[in-house]
């Protein structure tokens, strides 16, 4: 069973570290809309982006599950909501694009996501992902352009971020 974990984790943080770090992820409070774009018409990063954030919620899981021991199960019960999210996100791609052509400001998230994003870096650091490494950027980067994509949609990032584990431990 460990091994199994072990063997998810590795296979999934290959793939996090695909797309490069940047400076532009959320620390300073939002995301460039350069960056955006082009991840939003990049097939190759837009799907980097997405199994980046699916990465993310599969080693927040794992950290969490020392004490949480009911995490594998929550993480179970949330897949099919999750799913439905990243569906919905790749579905909106070409409307997210649209927005941005229409006003190309910074995205900015709210002081409760942002909170919430600081948590998960700090997680992701207890967890043995180094701070400012690669893997640790190259999460939070694409956690960011995740919810940015959201919030360009007019839809409201708190609505799912804060319902589905294991980001709704770092909601709030």
């Known amino acids: 069973?460990?091994?199994?974990?072990?063997?998810?984790?590795l296979a999934g943080l290959g793939l996090a570290t695909l797309h490069g770090p940047s400076s532009s992820w959320a620390q300073d409070g939002g995301v460039a809309a350069a960056e955006l774009e082009a991840t939003l018409r990049e097939?190759?990063?837009?799907?980097?982006?997405?199994?980046s954030v699916s990465t993310l919620r599969l080693v927040l899981a794992i950290a969490v599950m020392k004490d949480q021991p009911q995490?594998?199960?929550?993480?179970?019960d949330s897949a099919k909501d999750f799913g439905a999210i990243v569906a919905d996100v790749r579905k909106g791609r070409g409307e997210a694009?649209?927005?941005?052509k229409a006003d190309?400001?910074?995205?900015t998230f709210s002081r409760t996501i942002n909170s919430s994003l600081n948590r998960i870096g700090e997680t992701l650091a207890?967890?043995?992902v180094e701070p400012g490494s690669r893997l640790?950027?190259?999460?939070?980067?694409n956690m960011s352009l995740f919810l940015a994509v959201t919030v360009k949609r007019g839809q409201s990032v708190e609505s799912w971020?804060?319902?589905i584990f294991p980001f709704r431990q770092f909601c709030g």
């Open 161 to 163: 971020f804060c319902g």
């Open 126 to 128: 207890d967890a043995g």
């Open 1 to 9: 069973m460990e091994s199994n974990r072990r063997a998810v984790l």
């Open 43 to 51: 097939d190759n990063k837009f799907e980097q982006m997405l199994l």
């Open 136 to 141: 640790a950027d190259a999460l939070l980067k």
């Open 104 to 107: 190309n400001a910074p995205i």
């Open 71 to 76: 995490a594998p199960a929550a993480l179970a």
């Open 97 to 100: 694009l649209a927005a941005l």
